[in-house]
C-alpha cells in the first residue's frame, strides 16, 4: 500500500525512490493499494494550495489510479478498531489511518516517513 507521499514521488518524481522501492512498485507482480485518505491529503493540498495541478483532480486522478492499476484500501470498521492502537498520540490522523489501514489489510506500507516504519506490527518498505 503506497503512503501519499510514495504515491505523489512515483508519479512525479520517481527517481528519488530508493531501487528497491522503485523495482517493488513497478514489478507487474505486485498489487498497488491505495487508501482514500490519500486522496483526501491531496484534495486538502490543492485547497491550501500547497501543490498546483495543471489539470482537473478528478480526471488526473481517474487516469492516474487506471495507468497505475491502482486497488483500493477502503475504509472499513476494521480499519477504524485497529487504528486505535496505532500512534495514539500522533497529531496527524492520516498517517494513523494509512497505517491502520495497512495492518487492517496485512499489506506493506510503502512509506518515506519514520514514524510509521517505526510502528510495530506494521510490515513496511522503507523509502528513506
Do not use: C
Not at 91 to 104: G, M, N, Q, S
Not at 105 to 122: E, R, S
Amino acid at each position: 500500500m503506497l503512503d501519499t507521499h510514495i504515491w505523489l514521488r512515483a508519479l512525479r518524481e520517481p527517481h528519488k525512490l530508493t531501487s528497491l522501492v522503485h523495482q517493488a512498485l513497478f514489478d507487474p507482480g505486485n498489487d498497488l493499494y491505495l487508501s482514500p485518505i490519500s486522496v483526501w491529503e491531496v484534495t486538502v493540498l490543492l485547497e491550501k494550495r500547497r501543490m498546483v495541478m495543471q489539470e482537473d483532480f478528478g480526471v488526473w486522478f481517474s487516469r492516474t489510479a487506471e495507468d497505475s492499476e491502482l486497488l483500493e484500501a477502503s475504509l472499513n470498521w476494521q480499519v477504524v478498531h485497529d487504528l486505535r492502537f496505532i500512534l495514539p498520540n500522533h497529531r496527524d490522523p492520516a498517517d494513523r489511518f494509512l497505517a491502520a489501514t495497512a495492518v487492517a489489510y496485512d499489506l506493506v506500507l510503502v512509506t518515506a516517513d519514520q514514524k510509521l516504519v517505526a510502528v510495530p506490527g506494521l510490515k513496511n518498505l522503507a523509502n528513506l
